[in-house]
């Protein structure tokens, strides 16, 4: 397993930070609608889990073990499948049954080399993330945008929603518009 250098920055205004990172030399990559169902591998060990996710380009198939909320304390191995419902079935058919269904909208950038992507989730106020090769990258992309490393954070999305008071254990549905 690989190790993601990631950080978000909770509570942002999405059109000035869209601006601060075009002003900074950044170029929009795209937008799109992600949805993702998540398995959990075993439910005694918690931070340690199956995301498949349609991005709207690619299905990706990830294995995700988290061993703090540091900017590197996360894991991944991933691989792109081609049908997201046909792998969810051939992931039901291996005894895994999705815990989550969620979505949420991303708008992609690049800037200098590294990835970032401002999240909008339901329920709770958009954030940045930015991705990179290294921690002192994440922290050194994050100083572009006047952002102080104080202000980064490696928290996951439940931890975040977490501090809204809404626990994503309890929540098997996460969509914009509920059917």
């Not at 304390?73 to 999705?98: A, C, H, W, Y």
Request: net charge negative.
């Amino acid at each position: 397993m690989s190790i993601e250098f990631e950080a978000k920055v909770i509570e942002i205004n999405p059109a000035e930070m869209e601006q601060k990172i075009m002003q900074a030399g950044g170029k929009k990559v795209r937008e799109a609608l992600m949805k993702r169902y998540v398995y959990d591998i075993d439910p005694n060990r918690r931070g340690h889990w199956i995301r498949l996710r349609d991005d709207g380009d690619q299905v990706t198939l990830t294995v995700k073990k988290i061993h703090h909320d540091g900017i590197s304390g996360t894991e991944e191995e991933e691989i792109v499948v081609q049908d997201f419902e046909k792998t969810n079935q051939l992931l039901r058919l291996m005894g895994f049954s999705p815990s989550a269904y969620q979505e949420n909208h991303r708008t992609s950038f690049v800037l200098d080399g590294a990835q970032l992507e401002i999240d909008h989730w339901p329920l709770i106020p958009a954030y940045l993330e930015i991705e990179a090769d290294s921690y002192e990258r994440v922290v050194e992309v994050g100083r572009m945008l006047d952002l102080k490393e104080e202000q980064l954070t490696g928290e996951n999305t439940t931890k975040i929603y977490k501090r809204y008071g809404i626990d994503l254990d309890q929540k098997r549905e996460l969509r914009f518009v509920t059917k």
